[in-house]
Nanobody
Framework: QVQLVESGGGLVQAGGSLRLSCAAS????????MGWFRQTPGKEREFVAA????????FGADSVKGRFTVSRDNAKNMVYLQMNSLKPEDTGVYYC?????????????????WGQGTQVTVSS
């Protein structure tokens, strides 16, 4: 049974940094793409970043390029989202997700497994 558990959220001032972690378990993820999404009340889940587990190739939304970095640790089965220069509009619940899709990585509907989410709040 696949399990994704996020951690690392919290309250931070604008301009600050946070690192989110996602612990993945239940199967081998070498063929997966791991994604990060965020959601605020009343809005659809928004793509943030993704990483191909096998190659390490990364993808990021335009809104976070240059500020957020996604990475993985194969030995620990962990995926990370380093968030720098945070802005109030980055506030939301951040979700870790996994998909075996090799094409589109930015659509939440392509992801089969989801974590429970972790709250990130950026104050101005």
């Amino acid at each position: 049974q696949v399990q994704l558990v996020e951690s690392g959220g919290g309250l931070v001032q604008a301009g600050g940094s946070l690192r989110l972690s996602c612990a993945a378990s239940g199967r081998t993820f070498s063929t997966f793409t791991m994604g990060w999404f965020r959601q605020t009340p009343g809005k659809e889940r928004e793509f943030v970043a993704a990483i191909r587990w096998s190659s390490g190739r990364t993808f990021g939304a335009d809104s976070v390029k240059g500020r957020f970095t996604v990475s993985r640790d194969n030995a620990k089965n962990m995926v990370y989202l380093q968030m720098n220069s945070l802005k109030p509009e980055d506030t939301g619940v951040y979700y870790c997700a996994a998909t075996q899709s090799l094409t589109v990585v930015g659509h939440s509907t392509m992801y089969d497994y989801w974590g429970q989410g972790t709250q990130v709040t950026v104050s101005s």
